[in-house]
T-cell receptor
Framework: KAGVTQTPRYLIKTRGQQVTLSCSPI?????VSWYQQTPGQGLQFLFE???????NKGNFPGRFSGRQFSNSRSEMNVSTLELGDSALYLC????????????FGPGTRLTVT | GDSVTQMEGPVTLSEEAFLTINCTYT??????LFWYVQYPGEGLQLLLK?????DKGSNKGFEATYRKETTSFHLEKGSVQVSDSAVYFC????????????FGKGTTLSVSS
């Protein structure tokens, strides 16, 4: 069974631009969560989607948004990029909304200049 | 709110040494506990888990026991290998907080031959 895939793997953007990252979960997994990893703040939860509905949201500004499609694929969008948004963005999938066991993708490395 | 505290690194060991990485947690409910490992340039891999008090999670020679009385979930391995060099994250998921994983800061392990 294929794992979680994320595209693109690397991205360089300029301050003020917006960016969209994509995540395809493991086949059969319906829950997708997003995390931001930075050296200073560590791993922080962004949001979770299940059946196209946002179920849970972390403490991030409204510039960070996401969505989930009917095939469970998910995208996250960051608008008006700031230097501090430079991070590794990780996507994780789990089978059900009651499943706490999450499987992570390799991440998208975003650099904002 | 819920939180995870793990020992600061880096931890430097010789091959075949005994490993302990301490992890304690604070949670309002009855969390599930996890250890994830991140190899250089990769995403997170689930190493082991425990879902209730006194459960022992184990995988690839690593073990951790869910201790409710001490709110701890320390990671141990009897004999480390060079290939175990990575960053280790302790995490919890509390049903009252949704399925979001809350991570510790991570402990870097470096094993030399």
């Amino acid at each position: 069974k294929a794992g979680v895939t994320q595209t693109p793997r690397y991205l360089i953007k300029t301050r003020g631009q917006q960016v969209t990252l994509s995540c395809s979960p493991i086949s059969g997994h319906r829950s997708v969560s997003w995390y931001q990893q930075t050296p200073g703040q560590g791993l922080q939860f962004l949001f979770e989607y299940f059946s196209e509905t946002q179920r849970n949201k972390g403490n991030f500004p409204g510039r960070f948004s996401g969505r989930q499609f009917s095939n469970s694929r998910s995208e996250m969008n960051v608008s008006t990029l700031e230097l501090g948004d430079s991070a590794l963005y990780l996507c994780a999938s789990s089978q059900t909304q009651q499943s706490y066991e999450q499987y992570f993708g390799p991440g998208t490395r975003l650099t904002v200049t | 709110g819920d939180s995870v505290t793990q020992m600061e690194g880096p931890v430097t060991l010789s091959e075949e040494a005994f490993l302990t990485i301490n992890c304690t947690y604070t949670a309002t409910g009855y969390p599930s506990l996890f250890w994830y490992v991140q190899y250089p340039g990769e995403g997170l891999q689930l190493l082991l888990k425990a879902t209730k008090a006194d459960d022992k999670g184990s995988n690839k020679g690593f073990e951790a026991t869910y201790r409710k009385e001490t709110t701890s979930f320390h990671l141990e391995k009897g004999s480390v290998q060079v290939s175990d060099s990575a960053v280790y994250f302790c995490a919890l998921s509390d049903q009252q907080a949704g399925t979001a994983l809350i991570f510790g800061k991570g402990t870097t392990l470096s094993v030399s031959s």
